[in-house]
């Protein structure tokens, strides 16, 4: 089996991956962002969805599951106030996983049951993507590997067919997250602490080790593409190309600016 990939070291885009999703806890309009979302991390040799099929509200999705080849999984709801269709989701991710075929799980839910299989499946070597709305349980989040929401996968605003207005808004809005104070605590920290002697550090490093402690960290969060393009926004490194073609970003702290009333590098007096 593959060993854990974390931040922005995605699974070779060979690895094998079993797409499980919760159909009461997601929506046929997230389906095209979700499947090219996966495909960043690998092929998805299964793709199934749990849902009592019988209920109106799933209706839907039909047209969606043959459009991807998604096979829908029918599970009854045994009793009211139960959720019968977590179960066999768990108990089959359980059977895949077993089958040591799969280098990773795609859990699709917001439902905090499915910590408890994220963690397991994590304990078998195999890594683990969670996708969910931005009230997903923190205990699942944290129990992923890497975590995405949802309404990233179709980020509106900044695409080139949005208005003019709805672009400089969102760009806007990007240069504002970019300043977020805890956001620049997280950059500093993990710059610190994987950076070389001369306060360098491989920007692909920077976001792994965020990556270890905040699963759900993504720059499409803040509005941004690409980790480069939040992390120059920020302003608070220096960054540089290194290498033949200069494709590694290395990155390092600002050096702190001067406080006013100083002008010859003494620290001044005030009245």
């Not at 019988?54 to 829908?72: A, F, M, R, V, Y």
């Not at 799980?105 to 996708?131: H, K, M, N």
């Not at 990233?152 to 504002?176: D, F, I, M, R």
């Not at 710059?191 to 990556?211: F, K, N, P, T, Y």
């Amino acid at each position: 089996m593959a060993t854990q990939a974390t931040g922005d070291q995605h699974l070779d885009k060979g690895a094998t991956l079993a797409l499980l999703i919760d159909g009461d806890n997601a929506s046929p309009k997230i389906v095209a962002g979700l499947l090219a979302e996966v495909a960043k991390y690998g092929v998805a040799g299964v793709r199934r969805i749990y849902g009592d099929w019988t209920k109106p509200n799933l209706g839907g999705w039909k047209d969606c599951l043959l459009e991807h080849s998604i096979q829908p999984i029918q599970q009854f709801a045994y009793t009211t106030g139960k959720n019968a269709t977590d179960g066999a989701m768990i108990i089959d991710a359980m059977d895949l996983l077993y089958t040591a075929r799969f280098d990773g799980f795609c859990i699709v839910s917001s439902d905090s049951d499915f910590a408890r299989l994220a963690a397991r499946v994590r304990e078998q070597g195999v890594t683990v993507y969670g996708f969910g709305e931005r009230k997903t349980p923190r205990p699942f989040v944290t129990a992923c590997d890497k975590f995405v929401y949802f309404d990233v996968l179709n980020a509106p605003g900044g695409g080139a067919s949005a208005t003019p207005a709805a672009q400089e808004e969102a760009k806007a809005k990007a240069k504002k997250n970019a300043k977020d104070a805890t956001l620049l605590a997280m950059l500093k920290n993990a710059i610190a602490d994987v950076s070389d002697e001369s306060g360098w550090a491989s920007l692909g490093r920077v976001g792994s080790h965020i990556a270890k402690q905040s699963p759900e960290f993504d720059p499409r969060n803040y509005g941004f593409a690409r980790l480069s393009d939040l992390v120059e926004a920020s302003g608070v490194v220096d960054s540089e190309r290194v290498g033949d073609p200069q494709k590694i970003v290395m990155v390092r702290l600002k050096p702190p600016q001067p406080k006013e009333g100083r002008t010859d590098g003494r620290r001044s007096i005030q009245p």
